[in-house]
């Protein structure tokens, strides 16, 4: 019989590792033998993942609280403004052009709140660039 080069195959008994011949016509997914960060014994990558964790944890929430609160500022102020989009970093909102001053300061007040409910009273600035344009195509 013909085979295809060796590959790893994933196997939760705990073989991972050893090689393993796949017949031809068949496809395994090459997995390496994954270690978390937080349980490896490199002191850097655990530092890293903490790190990133942390960071990339504490972002998140401070953007939910953000979309939550521009959500409420948009309805509470009587706007037509929608959200239409939310990725990462990145929010955008759709509204007539007469309200997109204030859209623009609802973002700003929003970003202040949210910070305010995930972190306390701090000196640490949230800043959020604000771009108001007539097609989605010319946000930078």
Known sequence: MEQQPR??????????????????????LHLAPFTPGYASTNARARGRFTRNFVVQGSAADWALLLLAALRQ???????????????HDEVIVHC???????????????GALAGRIAFGETPVRFPFTTAVVERYSEAK
Not at 7 to 28: C, E, M, S
Not at 73 to 87: H, N, S, Y
Not at 96 to 110: F, L, S
């Open 96 to 110: 007539p052009e007469a309200e997109a001053p204030r859209v623009v300061e609802a973002i700003r007040t929003a």
């Open 7 to 28: 590959a790893f195959a994933y196997d939760p008994v705990g073989t991972v590792g050893r090689h393993l011949a796949v017949p031809r016509g068949q496809r395994l």
């Open 73 to 87: 500022e948009l309805a509470t102020a009587g706007m037509r403004a929608e959200l239409v989009f939310f990725q």
